[in-house]
């Protein structure tokens, strides 16, 4: 009868109910899934079990949320308004039966998940590290709208249940029992047994104390909500992300009043869905599918990982992979060189894992090893030390014969180009670039860099190997700068072009900022080093006609490198950027700034799909978006393209070169854009 959902009755009288999507890795509440609930609902109720647990079936967690990409093909806010009304109808349904419920969540119950959870009188979830519930609904441009605003309030109180929805972060199993997410968190082993003493004691379901509903007062409610808003501004702007903002004034307007809520709910996400933020975040997610799916974790399992250079990148890779589970050997040329690097490691995993038999366990996995004795173990050897041909040619001589057969050799070189690494090789094919970005705890892409010689089955493993370490792969040809940096470039040469000409940096700043990148140009630029822009800028500018500004040469002629050095195009105080609150002085508007900027990288973009470095417009987008942060919002670089118009882009680039030169002369790949 129903192809995603199983029914039991124990000895006891209690029937249990385990969701197991068909045709799916991940459950996830589809239309169809949801219908099928509702008739099992109607089929349980008659059942008179003596009490209902829900489960999951898949190993990877109880419910990942809605089906996000049905919403990406809603055809209106009308439609999308009844759906929602019709999942009320299914959520009450559940509510309302006459015997206790239980959702027993193991694993990850996110968005739609929890609200079904929340319709149940009662919640237990395991404590271990994989179990995360929230609500990550502002992050899709959306807010909860299966009931969840309704139902968290009543359990919580309003003050704790409006912070979980409004900054989209998940909790552990443990902080959801304190905060009252939960009734239970307990082992996995004791998952069943606690739902089953759930229903047999009967307690009253949980509600939030009287007091906790205070602030939900029609008096109280304005000032709430406008204290809530300043905290929500001083994250994202509203412009850029309305979800969150939305979320409050439909409180602010219902809270009190269920079945107000309930209508007001099904109205507003069904109109948020149907908006160009929420299809375009939408879009995002669908985007980080794409790109998890360029690497097949079945192609390959490695265990041991040996990496060659343990300074900034190097060490961070090495620590990054320990933590994901993997054994690691770390070289360098002295025990000394490592010392850093593991301090570092050891840092991570603190912050991490908080557990500290897991912190013991990271530490365990990451062994120095100066010796490279880890060599011929390795399923995967990174190289990661100086950017220098000679010296990565002459490692390679000496650990490519004692490496297994198998085994992926990767460099984490940002400029230079495979062919050139691999001569000398007695394999050349099986050179692959691995190319991390800074800092790589928080940068979720990998480039997967190969040319026409790269042996197919080295560049599977190594996207295969970055979905391991739940990275997300993006395969690109081998080219100076590979696609992110080579698109970052011209977009970081024209804000201190636009500083040359007199705008002040602030100015510059201010304006990307207001576009929606997460920090300006000039302030990225002091971040990450203004000797490493300078020896990127000037590899790639041979490469790309691309000339280097003189200022950036004088900057750091003067040792003026930026945040490490404490100064750079900003001065800088224990790590912090200090700006001048004085921006007066510029001649240009922010659209002229951020035009000019972002232009620049669009049409290097364009030449990047010219060239075939990605494959197609939406793995550029993706790329461009998890490599760099461009504006999640806008939906990627080339979306933003089609939602401007191509031609109004081509128009306004004439018009730039124009004004100021022929930097801004358009690729000969936009014909081929539309
Ligand atoms: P770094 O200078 O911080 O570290 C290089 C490390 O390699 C040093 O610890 C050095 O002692 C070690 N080393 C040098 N020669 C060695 C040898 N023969 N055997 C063993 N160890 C040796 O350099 P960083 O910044 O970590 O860069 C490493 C590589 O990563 C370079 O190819 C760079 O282009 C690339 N990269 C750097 C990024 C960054 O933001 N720093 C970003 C992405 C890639």
Not at 573 to 591: I, N
């Amino acid at each position: 009868m129903n192809r995603h959902f199983a029914l039991e009755q124990d000895t006891r009288g209690i029937a249990w109910l385990t969701f197991d999507k068909a045709d799916s890795s991940t459950n996830v509440l589809s239309g169809e899934v949801l219908e099928g609930l509702d008739q099992v609902l109607v089929q349980i109720a008659q059942m008179h079990p003596k009490g209902l647990v829900i489960r999951s079936g898949k190993a990877n967690g109880f419910i990942a949320g809605a089906d996000v990409k049905a919403f990406a093909k809603v055809p209106s806010a009308a439609s999308a308004e009844q759906h929602i009304q019709r999942v009320h109808e299914i959520f009450h349904r559940l509510e309302a039966l006459a015997f206790p419920t239980v959702a027993a969540i193991d694993g990850f119950c996110l968005g739609g998940g929890l609200e079904l959870a929340l319709a149940c009188d009662y919640r237990v979830c395991c404590n271990d590290s994989a179990t995360r519930l929230g609500f990550p609904e502002v992050k899709l441009g959306i807010f909860p709208g299966y009931g969840g605003t309704v139902r968290s309030t009543r359990l919580l109180g309003d003050l704790s249940a409006l912070p979980l929805m409004l900054g989209g972060h998940t909790v552990s199993g443990r902080s959801a029992r304190r905060m009252g997410l939960v009734d239970l968190a307990v082992p996995r082993r004791q998952l069943r047994s606690a739902a089953v003493d759930l229903i047999e004691q009967r307690r009253p379901p949980r509600r939030a104390a009287w007091y906790r509903r205070l602030p939900a007062l029609a008096p109280l409610r304005p000032l709430v909500s406008r204290v809530l808003a300043t905290q929500v501004a001083k994250k994202v702007r509203r412009e850029h992300y309305p979800a969150p903002f939305e979320l409050l004034a439909h409180w602010r307007a219902t809270a009190g009043d269920e079945s107000a809520m309930y209508a007001s709910e099904a109205h507003n996400v069904g109109r948020l869905i149907n908006d160009a933020t929420a299809q375009n975040l939408i879009r995002v997610f669908m985007l980080r599918d794409r790109l998890k799916s360029q690497g097949n974790k079945a192609d390959f399992t490695p265990r041991h990982v040996h990496v060659i250079g343990g300074g900034v990148m190097g060490g961070d890779i090495a620590a990054w992979c320990a933590l994901r589970g993997l054994r690691v050997t770390l070289q360098d040329r002295t025990p000394g060189d490592l010392t850093r690097a593991l301090q570092r490691a050891h840092g991570l995993f603190r912050k991490k894992l908080k557990d500290p038999y897991a912190v013991q366990a990271a530490i365990d996995r990451l062994m120095p090893d100066h010796r490279a004795s880890g060599v011929p173990n390795a399923d995967v050897v990174i190289e990661a030390i100086f950017e220098d041909i000679e010296a990565k040619q002459a490692l390679y001589a000496q650990i490519e014969p004692r490496m297994h057969p198998d085994a992926v050799l990767a460099t984490n070189t940002s400029s230079i180009p495979l062919e050139v690494l691999s001569k000398g090789l007695a394999r050349p094919g099986r050179l692959v670039g691995l190319h991390f970005f800074n800092p790589v705890a928080k940068m979720p892409l990998v480039e997967i860099v190969h040319d026409e010689h790269s042996e197919a089955s080295m560049v599977a493993r190594a996207a295969a190997f970055a979905r391991h370490i739940d990275k997300l792969p993006l395969k690109v040809r081998s080219s100076p700068g590979f696609l992110v940096n080579r698109v970052l470039m011209p977009y970081l040469l024209e804000a201190v072009e636009l500083v040359e000409e007199g705008v002040p940096a602030a100015v510059i700043d201010r304006a990307a900022v207001r576009f929606g990148m997460p920090m300006g140009p000039i302030e990225l630029a002091d971040t990450v080093g203004l000797d490493i822009c300078l020896s990127v800028a000037e590899k790639m500018s041979a490469a790309l006609d691309n000339p280097v500004p003189q200022r950036l040469r004088v900057l750091v002629d003067a040792g003026d490198l930026g945040r490490k050095s404490g100064r750079g195009f900003y001065p800088w105080k224990d790590g912090h950027v200090v700006k001048p609150t004085d921006t007066a002085g510029s001649a240009l508007a922010d659209d002229d700034i951020s035009d000019r900027l972002v232009l620049r990288l669009i049409n290097e973009s364009v030449a990047c799909l010219r060239e075939g470095v990605v494959e197609d417009q939406d793995l550029l987008d993706a790329g461009v978006i998890f490599g760099t942060g461009f504006a999640p919002f806008r939906g990627g670089p080339m979306h933003y393209v089609h939602s401007r118009g191509s031609r109004e882009l081509q128009q306004r680039l004439d018009e730039l070169e124009s004004r100021f030169g022929e930097h801004f002369h358009a690729d000969s790949g936009w014909g081929a854009v539309a």
